[in-house]
């Protein structure tokens, strides 16, 4: 049918056009900005950070402590009974070695998210549910020589440059033994 | 299969138009624990499914569900996020009781409009990326929009849309629950800024921060856990198109029909008659005329004259938000919806306070999801 015709209406396409952007894209950009209130669990947790100090949250009632704090405890749905400060040393829980950065760019050497179970923090309950454990980055390590169970501190910014965040701990590293 | 859902708990927390004491999850957990000491039930034993209401571009999280269960008790259990409006979640938990699902379902909304600094822009990708977004006008235009064709359609005149400001502000001096209390002349509220004209800032509800959760129960758990459970006699929802070319701009046929969903539940032929009271859409202040009209309180163009004789007002024949509304109280974004039907358990169970109406039974509740949508939601509940 469509071979009786000579000409199409319409304007035709051709493969610079799509390389171009000229078909098929609208550009926008959103934008979007939040602020946080953080409130009175992470809001004391980052004002630990601050301090150098690691802030975790007490259920007296399920006898766990979880990092970060919270107002209330999520198996009991009781509130929290205590902030206890906990060490800033700990254990690998688990680990990746990624080789894809956030903005997603290729590397060689890869960056070490882990999540490390804290000293003095609950370790596992009855579901294997890792509760003291914070969720950040290794460093000053060989990749190939982290494994889970390794004991790790964190390296700290200087009290100076800490602004009450996550990134006031820089990353852990192996605990030499 | 038939049987009936009740509201045997509600809590909140906020409403205020800023919160910088509480996270969003914080100000959740207030109000989880307001509804299930209400409902007398314990969240890790009793509740069998969580809905909750939330949009990803107002929570600037992804897949914004995710952080919901910790600070509702619904860690380990079943729970779902609707995107839309408070009454499409209690309609979602209505129906997971009805089918025998569940027993006891807990249905949460909330607004941290406060940490939403760019909420116009925001807005803005609610409308179509390729056909309107590029013309870069603000969403509020398509309130100007509508309300110019209402008006001029229906011959309802500016007095009248000032005038539904006049009379939710001042109610909400009356509740404690509300940011904008106020007592202001009709030349006040209509010498106020144009936003997009005819429509004013003064006629346009101003956003809060806020949380209400409801606990809801099949018949013979509520009659066990509570003598004064508010039932959901009829719930309904629908939708127009969302083309900007060629809806309707007068009327809400959407809203008519989602009406018509829950009055046909409820038995209801004439709900002015057969209805005590209303909570309903006053994100701009022509809405609730339109939304009044629609809802079939009375005929289209109607509505303003009936406004302006006192009809809805805190003593009138049917008092349309007695709460003081979305205008008075402030708009709570995706929790809306709920914030309307908290307020109607409130006046069903007697518990008002100083906006308390006398000999209530059954209550109309209505929620639009705002600027650019055709979303109409319409309970029916009764004591």
Request: glycine share 8%; net charge negative.
């Amino acid at each position: 049918m469509t071979s009786r015709f000579k000409s199409f209406p319409g304007t035709s396409l051709s493969e610079e056009d799509f390389a171009q952007g000229e078909v098929l894209f609208v550009h926008d950009a959103l934008k979007a900005e939040y602020a946080r209130d953080t409130g009175v669990g992470i809001g004391a947790y980052l004002a630990g950070l601050r301090r150098g100090v690691i802030l975790g949250s007490y259920c007296s009632h399920c006898r766990k402590t979880v990092v970060p704090p919270r107002v209330v405890c999520e198996w009991c749905f009781r509130p929290m009974s205590e902030y206890v400060p906990l060490r800033d040393t700990g254990v690998v829980n688990t680990f990746s070695l990624c080789y894809v950065t956030w903005d997603v760019q290729r590397i060689s050497q890869p960056e070490i998210p882990a999540v490390i179970v804290l000293d003095g923090a609950s370790t596992l309950s009855e579901t294997s549910v890792v509760m003291g454990g914070i969720l950040h980055k290794l460093s000053e390590v060989d990749p190939k020589a982290v494994r889970i169970g390794m004991r790790v501190r964190a390296v700290w910014k200087p009290p100076e440059e800490r602004q009450g965040a996550i990134t006031d701990i820089l990353y852990f590293k192996p605990i030499e033994e | 299969m038939n049987e009936r859902v009740a509201i045997v708990g509600v809590g909140w927390a906020g409403f205020r138009p800023k919160t910088p004491d509480l996270s969003y999850k914080e100000m959740i957990y207030q109000a989880a624990v307001r509804a299930y000491h209400d409902a007398k039930v314990d969240p890790r034993t009793d509740v069998d499914s969580f809905v909750t209401v939330a949009e990803d571009f107002h929570e600037g999280t992804s897949i914004a569900d995710e952080y919901t269960p910790d600070q509702l008790g619904a860690v380990m259990k079943p729970m779902q996020t609707i995107t839309g409006d408070g009454l499409h979640g209690l309609a979602t938990a209505v129906m997971l009781v009805r089918t025998g699902l569940c027993r006891i379902v807990v249905v949460e909304g909330h607004s941290k409009a406060s940490n939403i600094l760019t909420l116009d822009s925001i807005t803005a990708y609610a409308q179509d990326p390729v056909l309107n977004r590029p013309l870069r006008l603000n969403t509020h235009m398509v309130a100007g929009l509508e309300m110019n064709r209402y008006l001029h359609e229906s011959g309802t005149d500016e007095e009248a849309c000032a005038a539904v400001v006049v009379k939710n502000r001042r109610n909400a001096l009356r509740n404690p629950l509300t940011s904008f209390g106020a007592d202001l002349t009709l030349d006040e509220v209509l010498a106020g800024p144009p936003l997009a004209w005819p429509l004013g800032v003064h006629q346009t509800a101003r956003p809060v921060d806020g949380a209400v959760v409801m606990v809801l129960a099949n018949e013979q758990v509520a009659r066990s856990l509570t003598d004064r459970p508010i039932w959901i006699a009829g719930i309904g929802w629908c939708n127009d198109t969302p083309s900007l070319e060629s809806r309707s701009w007068a009327t809400l046929p959407y809203l008519e029909q989602a009406a018509h969903m829950a009055y046909r539940q409820a038995g209801i032929r004439t709900p002015f008659e057969e209805i005590d009271f209303a909570e309903i859409d006053d994100t701009y202040a022509y809405k609730e005329l339109q939304s009044i009209e629609a809802l079939g309180l009375c005929g289209f163009g109607e509505a303003g004259a009936l406004l302006k004789e006192g009809v809805f007002d805190l003593d009138g024949a049917f008092p349309v938000n007695a709460s003081g509304g979305s205008l008075g109280a402030g708009h709570l974004l995706d929790a809306t919806g709920l914030h309307r039907a908290l307020e109607a358990v409130l006046q069903l169970r007697g518990e008002a306070g100083a906006h308390q109406l006398e000999d209530v039974q059954v209550a109309l509740v209505q929620s639009w999801r705002g600027v650019p949508t055709t979303s109409g939601a319409v309970a029916v509940l009764t004591n």
